[in-house]
C-alpha cells in the first residue's frame, strides 16, 4: 500500500496524485483480497438499507461521576484537536486566531452529543484527515462538506459499513503511515519557528515536554500505584505534553509576552 502511494504521488498527475492515498488502500485490498486476507461474510450477511435509530440502547442517565469522567476526556479530545488545528493552519496558510480555535472546538463538542443521540462514541478531529489535506494539497472546506453528506448516505447502508470493517488492519496500516506521518511533519514545521537560538529556554520546553508525553508509551504500567480515577488522565501523552508545554512556557517565558502574541495572531487570522 505504501509503495502504491509513493508511485502514485511521484508519477501520478492532477486528480489520480490528489487520491494516492484511496487508490492505495483499494490496491492493498485487492491482493489482501487475493491472498485470502480478506473476507465479505459480514458484507454477505449485512441489510442494503437501515435507518439508525436514536437512543437505541435508552435515553441516556445523568451521573456525576461519569459527568466528571466524561469532561476529563474531552478536555484531552480538545487538546488534541488544538493541536490539529494549528497543523491544518500551518498546512492550508491560514493563520487562526482564539475565535477559530472556539469554534471549531465547539463544532467537536456539537458532534459528539449529535453522536451520543445516534449510539456512536465521542467524534474528534482526525488527524489522518489532517494529514489527507498535506497529502492531496485540497484545501477547500466544501470538500469536507461533500464528504460529509456522502458518510451520511453511507451511513444509511450496512453492506458498505461491512465492506469497511473488512478492510484488513495492515492494509489501512500502510495508509496511516502516510497520513499521521504527515501531521508529526507538520508539527517539525510548526516548532522549526520557535526561536531556539536566542532564546535556548525553549530547547528545555520541547525537550521535557515530548519527553513526558512519551511517558506513557515506554512506561505503559508507570500509574498502577497511582489513584484509578487520575488514569484516564496520565495515560494520555498528548495531555501530559500540553500540560508541560503549557508550564514551562509560563515558567520560562511568561504569559504577557504569549498573550500579546496571541492577539497578534488574532488579528493576523481576521485581516486574512
Not at 8 to 37: D, Q, W
Not at 121 to 146: D, E, H, I, M
Amino acid at each position: 500500500v505504501l509503495v502504491m502511494i509513493l508511485l502514485l504521488v511521484r508519477y501520478g498527475r492532477g486528480f489520480v496524485s490528489n487520491i494516492a492515498v484511496l487508490l492505495g488502500i483499494v490496491f492493498g485490498c485487492f491482493i489482501a483480497a487475493g491472498m485470502g486476507k480478506m473476507h465479505f461474510d459480514q458484507v454477505a450477511k449485512a441489510q442494503w438499507f437501515d435507518v439508525v435509530t436514536p437512543f437505541a440502547f435508552g435515553m441516556p442517565t445523568f451521573d456525576i461521576v461519569m459527568i466528571l469522567t466524561m469532561t476529563l476526556v474531552m478536555i484531552v479530545v480538545m487538546i488534541e484537536s488544538t493541536g490539529m488545528f494549528l497543523a491544518l493552519s500551518e498546512i492550508t496558510g491560514r493563520r487562526i486566531g482564539q475565535k477559530d480555535l472556539a469554534a471549531g472546538l465547539r463544532t467537536d463538542g456539537l458532534g459528539t452529543v449529535i453522536g451520543g443521540v445516534f449510539n456512536t462514541f465521542p467524534y474528534t478531529s482526525f488527524s489522518q484527515n489532517v494529514g489527507l489535506v498535506g497529502v492531496t494539497g485540497v484545501k477547500s472546506r466544501w470538500v469536507c462538506v461533500a464528504a460529509g453528506v456522502i458518510m451520511i448516505v453511507l451511513g444509511l447502508l450496512p453492506k458498505m459499513a461491512a465492506l469497511v470493517e473488512s478492510v484488513p488492519t495492515f492494509v489501512l496500516g500502510g495508509a496511516g503511515l502516510v497520513m499521521f506521518g504527515m501531521v508529526a511533519a507538520t508539527g517539525i514545521r510548526i516548532l522549526a519557528n520557535v526561536d531556539f537560538k536566542t532564546n535556548r529556554n525553549n530547547l528545555y520546553i520541547v525537550a521535557i515536554s515530548i519527553g513526558a508525553g512519551m511517558i506513557p508509551l515506554v512506561a505503559p504500567r508507570w500509574t498502577q500505584h497511582m489513584a484509578h480515577s487520575l488514569h484516564p488522565l496520565l495515560e494520555s501523552g498528548i495531555l501530559l505534553t500540553a500540560i508541560s508545554a503549557v508550564a514551562l512556557n509560563i515558567y520560562f517565558n511568561g504569559g504577557k509576552e504569549d498573550s500579546a502574541a496571541a492577539i497578534e495572531a488574532a488579528k493576523a487570522a481576521e485581516a486574512h
